[in-house]
């Protein structure tokens, strides 16, 4: 049996950075690209993963990470296989949560809104740009589903890759991707004494934000 954990004496405090409200734009997307082009650039570990949060209609929850690949016209795009266990939670309930964390940087982003596929032509456009076994292993992996062993999954993507060597490798109808269209968007610093500033934008009807400092 394994023994239990005690680790209430881990913690540090928060110190090097801040955020005011006279640091926010209007338009919440502008401080997501700062925040995404100053995580890159300070090399803090996988700038552009993300943690989604998917759920049942039953509201039983899920979450994983995944890579964000482009920010649209005010949306959050990523790719993935669509009958994955999150692509079967998407499917029945298009309301999602995102979060960006940087260690490095002590700040996060929160997302909540909503989801859709993207069209097959911007997929393809996508999938046409991946490395060529990435592009093998989307067709070959039954996502989220049992499978009797490593051995079996790299015998399939052998296969595969043979069978289009010289050749296009196609996008799989099961895979693609998705946009999140945002409701809400906080930004989260950290600071001293757990005194964290965190500012939260809500979409309004007219398409415009409200912003609130939040307590922390």
């Known amino acids: 049996m394994a023994k239990d954990l005690h680790l209430?004496?881990?913690r540090?405090?928060?110190?090097?950075l801040s955020?005011?409200?006279?640091?926010?734009?209007?338009?919440?997307?502008?401080?997501?690209?700062?925040?995404?082009?100053?995580?890159?650039?300070?090399?803090?570990?996988e700038p552009t993963a993300m943690l989604v949060g998917t759920a049942t209609p039953e509201a039983r929850p899920s979450i994983r990470t995944v890579l964000l690949k482009e920010v649209l016209d005010?949306?959050?795009?990523?790719?993935?296989?669509?009958?994955?266990?999150?692509g079967r939670q998407i499917a029945a309930n298009p309301h999602v949560a995102l979060?960006?964390?940087?260690?490095?940087?002590?700040r996060q982003i929160h997302?909540?809104?909503?989801?859709?596929?993207?069209?097959?032509?911007?997929?393809d456009a996508y999938?046409?740009?991946?490395?060529?076994?990435?592009?093998v292993g989307a067709r070959i992996s039954p996502q989220s589903q049992p499978i009797p062993s490593r051995e079996?999954?790299?015998?399939r993507f052998a296969a595969e890759s043979l069978r289009f060597v010289g050749q296009t490798v196609p996008r799989p109808e099961n895979w693609g991707g998705w946009a999140v269209v945002p409701e809400r968007i906080e930004f989260w610093q950290g600071r001293d004494s757990r005194l964290h500033d965190r500012f939260l934008y809500e979409r309004k009807e007219d398409g415009s934000w409200d912003i609130h400092r939040l307590a922390p």
């Open 19 to 45: 955020l005011s409200r006279r640091d926010l734009p209007q338009d919440p997307f502008e401080l997501v690209e700062k925040w995404l082009n100053q995580a890159i650039e300070t090399q803090v570990n």
């Open 8 to 10: 209430e004496n881990i």
């Open 12 to 16: 540090r405090e928060y110190s090097s």
């Open 152 to 155: 079996y999954i790299m015998m």
């Open 127 to 135: 999938f046409a740009m991946r490395p060529y076994k990435s592009r």
């Open 74 to 86: 005010g949306q959050f795009v990523f790719y993935s296989n669509y009958e994955s266990r999150k």
């Open 111 to 123: 997302v909540e809104g909503q989801i859709h596929r993207l069209s097959p032509e911007e997929s």
């Open 99 to 106: 979060t960006f964390l940087w260690h490095e940087l002590e």
